[in-house]
């Protein structure tokens, strides 16, 4: 069974940053590409950023948090992260990360919750 649990969110000033962080379970979590995506309040489900698989991946960012996120995984502990800098108001979210491909209907965790407030 695919078990993903994301962790790290909270509470965070305009401008400040947040590492994001998912362990992975039940699949080879090194052979598939993962992606993080994120709802606001009132919207749907947004892609945020993708990561291939292996040992030198890459990563692809939707534009508005291109330069301010970095995503990366560390396949030895199936964990997957998202480091948040410059943080805006707009990135207020739950944050989830997801197996695969983003397509809208990815297994993905429970969330986690990034709210951007001064």
């Known amino acids: 069974e695919v078990q993903l649990v994301e962790s790290g969110g909270g509470l965070v000033q305009p401008g400040g940053s947040l590492t994001l962080s998912c362990a992975a379970s039940g699949f080879t979590f090194a052979n598939y590409a993962m992606s993080w995506a994120r709802q606001a309040p009132g919207s749907g489900l947004e892609w945020v950023s993708g990561i291939s698989p292996g040992g030198s991946p890459y990563t692809a960012y939707a534009d508005s948090v291109k330069g301010r996120f970095t995503v990366s995984r560390d396949n030895a502990k199936n964990t997957l992260f998202l480091q948040m800098n410059n943080l805006k108001t707009e990135d207020t979210a739950v944050y989830y990360c997801?197996?695969?491909?983003?397509?809208?209907?990815?297994?993905r965790g429970q969330g986690t919750q990034v709210t951007v407030s001064s």
């Open positions: 997801a197996k695969g491909t983003w397509n809208g209907v990815n297994d």
